[in-house]
Structures are given as structure tokens and as C-alpha cells.
T-cell receptor, first 109, second 113 residues
Framework: QKEVEQNSGPLSVPEGAIASLNCTYSDRGSQSFFWYRQYSGKSPELIMS????GDKEDGRFTAQLNKASQYVSLLIRDSQPSDSATYLC?????????FGKGNQVVVIP | GAGVSQSPRYKVAKRGQDVALRCDPISGHVSLFWYQQALGQGPEFLTYFQNEAQLDKSGLPSDRFFAERPEGSVSTLKIQRTQQEDSAVYLC???????????FGSGTQLSVL
């Protein structure tokens, strides 16, 4: 079992809709959780961090963490064409961040 | 510097050649990481430095891969006798601590022909 799983395929959403991304992780001791956005041909950039159970909102982004279920999610409200990218879930553990393979989001104007 | 700087941006090597990839982290960041990212995949951990000490090299795929950070700042990832399977983007990242948010450089895209 991979440390961080992001299993859903490419997500197409109409402009203005909500995009929902999910991530599960295997290490119960993980304490820090991050979402990175990666545009094609570019390096990952941090968009959200979350450390405790519940929701954390930052602009149009909301991260949700449930440590009991080992589950992290990202909601993107009012999706814009500029949100079209791959979103990487990252989880801390063993003195490193482990990344999922990413979910591609395509926002259709 | 203002961000993590990596060079070269692109590197084409013939199979069997040695390559060296450079990373200059954000000033003050004690933790430095190297990741390998294949097309369509997430970054995979290679190695971790805290200052000049290489604390974890468990992700290095073979003994052809070697990394150093002799003065606790700039780091070099060296790949000896490159193989086609080494073709990937090599990302360097730095942070204040090992479980803190990472700041990535622009990466080096290595193509082995």
C-alpha cells in the first residue's frame, strides 16, 4: 500500500462549479498535511496546509482533515480556468513529505 | 536567495555519462530534499539533508546516485553511468524542518538517450 493514495482520474468541472479532491494516507502518526498545485511543466507550489481535524478555509480553497479515517480532502469553490492543474496531496512522516500521484483538474469555460 | 534555485533546467545525457545537478536552497532553510518525478506521477523521495548531514538516503534507487551538501547550503545530486530509466524531473526542495512545508525549485529535466 502506497503511503498516500489519490485514486480518482482526471476531474472535469464547469467554470464556477466546485471541484472536490480526496486523499487517503497510511501512517497514523502523520501530523502535517499539505495540498500542492502543479501546472504542466512547472514545479509544485503550496496552496494549503492543515494540521488538525476539521476544515480550514483560505479564499476559494477549503482543506478538510479526518485523522480517524486517515483522509484529507480539498474543495475548490467557484472553479476558474486558471485552477486547471494537477493537485498533489502530501503527508508528513519519517522526516519527509510523501506525495500522492496527483489528481488532474480541468475547468471548462 | 528569494527561492530555491536549480541548475541546469534541462540536461540531455548519453547513456553511460555522469551528470551533476545543483540546488541552492532558500537562505536559512536547514532541511533540503531531493525528489524524482516521473511523467504523470507524484514526486518520489530520494534523500534528505539537515544542514550538511545526510540523514536519509533510503530513496536513492541505486548506488549510481550520490548526493552531497558539504557546507550545509548548496547541494549536488550526482548520477553516475546514467541509464534511460533515470530520465525524469529532479526536484530540490527546502524547508525550515523535515515535516514543514516544502518550497520547490523549478527542477532539472534529465533526458538520457
Amino acid at each position: 500500500q502506497k503511503e498516500v493514495e489519490q485514486n480518482s482520474g482526471p476531474l472535469s468541472v464547469p467554470e464556477g462549479a466546485i471541484a472536490s479532491l480526496n486523499c487517503t494516507y497510511s501512517d497514523r502518526g502523520s501530523q502535517s498535511f499539505f495540498w500542492y498545485r502543479q501546472y504542466s511543466g512547472k514545479s509544485p507550489e503550496l496552496i494549503m496546509s492543515i494540521y488538525s481535524n476539521g476544515d480550514k478555509e483560505d479564499g476559494r480553497f477549503t482543506a478538510q482533515l479526518n485523522k480517524a479515517s486517515q483522509y484529507v480532502s480539498l474543495l475548490i469553490r467557484d472553479s476558474q480556468p486558471s485552477d486547471s492543474a494537477t493537485y498533489l496531496c502530501a503527508v508528513s512522516g519519517n522526516n519527509r513529505l510523501a506525495f500522492g500521484k496527483g489528481n488532474q483538474v480541468v475547468v471548462i469555460p | 536567495g528569494a527561492g530555491v534555485s536549480q541548475s541546469p533546467r534541462y540536461k540531455v545525457a548519453k547513456r553511460g555519462q555522469d551528470v551533476a545537478l545543483r540546488c541552492d536552497p532558500i537562505s536559512g532553510h536547514v532541511s533540503l530534499f531531493w525528489y524524482q518525478q516521473a511523467l504523470g506521477q507524484g514526486p518520489e523521495f530520494l534523500t534528505y539533508f539537515q544542514n550538511e548531514a545526510q540523514l536519509d538516503k533510503s530513496g536513492l534507487p541505486s548506488d549510481r546516485f550520490f548526493a552531497e551538501r558539504p557546507e550545509g547550503s548548496v547541494s549536488t545530486l550526482k548520477i553516475q553511468r546514467t541509464q534511460q530509466e533515470d530520465s525524469a524531473v529532479y526536484l530540490c526542495a527546502s524547508s525550515f524542518g523535515p515535516n514543514e512545508k516544502l518550497f520547490f525549485g523549478s527542477g532539472t529535466q534529465l533526458s538520457v538517450l
